[in-house]
């Protein structure tokens, strides 16, 4: 794409809202030159409104480009090296409250580049969070950029915020997606934690610098989040949450949902466990779960969690009935362990032999009983 496509798609970001299906999938199909072109023409053909045309000729996108820089932010669009070739999946998902389609271009502020995104994790939820929920996203966040997952949040109260500082402790990459201008913070009270995202990771906004954000500007960029991430997991959500909308779009995208439990008395679970139920999500409990739902074939692979083997344990199903015949206090004879065990006394007696030099039974000078190590 020439420079034209890049100032034509900065005017279109500013003349319509993140989302906007009828701007995003034709500038997809038509292009943004050649869109920008019809509408100044005032060419109708596809519905927009006709007032369009005024408002997108009193727009300077080359003003708009100076001013981002000098903001430090960039705007990236899809001939760029720079552009996560994933949000092209969001071209053919269905819509959901009305937005859709993949962005026109994102305003970036920082240093880390979206095409290093490709192995990046959503970790979403609550705003009014538990110190349980807290705990358990953060910790999560560590985990996941120490194994080389950039974590991809939306710097909210809760859980945003604790999956973007448990990333930081580890210096490790995290996105925050944002709702309003990169140039801006919000919540308002976070402006030290964009600001060192900003500094360290990346700052992505669909809207234009400027732009305060809005119910439908958080409901469209809930999709960003889902796409660029190969995974979204919901740490805590209730019925209500936003983190429900953005667990929709990766089921729309056939991204991984996963969901970690919660008590099931608390309301702040309730939404997670719904996903769980209906069978829309996959219930983690820790990062490592996460990184083998999202990894490719044969990576990250978790063994089944399993007690340590017993001496008992290694015994042949044999074994195990004449020691289950044995009592534990006062010895009886071969004989009679061998009536309790329904077994031949040859065999049992050959058994006994074997158990007592493991330390699972003993004789008593009447019988055999069960040794300090069968009692145990």
């Known amino acids: 794409m020439t420079s034209a496509e890049r100032l034509a ?31 100044l023409r005032q060419e109708d053909s596809h519905g927009m409104l ?27 669009i899809p001939s760029d090296p720079e552009w996560p070739s994933q949000l092209g999946d969001l071209m053919n998902a269905p819509e959901l409250h009305q937005r859709g389609g993949p962005p026109i271009g994102l305003w970036v502020k920082g240093p880390w580049r979206l095409d290093q995104l490709g192995a990046s994790v959503a970790v979403v939820g609550s705003r009014s969070s538990t ?31 604790a999956a973007h500082r448990g990333a930081i402790a580890m210096e490790g990459p995290t996105v925050a997606v944002l709702a309003c201008g990169a140039d801006r913070a919000y919540p308002a009270a976070h402006q030290s934690l964009i600001d060192h995202i900003a500094q360290h990771g990346a700052v992505v906004s669909e809207a234009p610098p400027g732009c305060a954000p809005t119910r439908i500007r958080f409901l469209a960029r809930n999709r960003l989040i889902a796409a660029l991430s190969r995974g979204t997991v919901v740490v805590e959500a209730a019925q209500r949450s936003g983190a429900l909308n953005t667990a929709s779009w990766a089921e729309r995208l056939n991204r991984q949902v996963l969901a970690v439990p919660g008590p099931v008395t608390s309301a702040q679970s309730q939404g997670a466990h719904d996903l769980v139920r209906r069978g829309v999500a996959t219930l983690v409990t820790n990062a490592h779960e996460v990184l083998e739902m999202v990894g490719g074939v044969g990576e990250h692979l978790l063994e089944s969690p399993q007690e340590p083997l017993t001496v008992r344990d290694r015994l042949t199903l044999r074994h195990r009935q004449v020691l289950d015949a044995v009592p534990v206090a006062a010895g009886v004879g071969t004989d009679s362990v061998a009536r309790t065990a329904g077994l031949g006394i040859v065999e049992v007696r050959s058994a006994l032999v074997h158990l007592e030099k493991t330390g699972l039974v003993e004789q008593d000078g009447v019988g055999w009983r069960l040794g300090v190590l069968g009692r145990a």
């Open 9 to 39: 798609r900065v005017a279109l970001s500013r003349l319509t809202e993140p989302g906007d299906p009828r701007f995003t999938k034709l500038v997809a199909e038509l292009g943004g030159a050649s869109l920008h072109g019809m509408l």
């Open 50 to 76: 006709t007032d369009v045309a005024a408002r997108l000729g009193s727009t300077d996108p080359e003003r708009e480009l100076d001013r981002a820089d000098r903001l430090g932010i960039r705007f990236v």
């Open 131 to 161: 110190t349980y929920g807290d705990q358990v996203s953060s910790e999560m966040g560590a985990v996941l950029v120490r194994h080389g997952a950039p974590v991809i949040s939306g710097a909210a109260f809760g859980i945003d915020q």
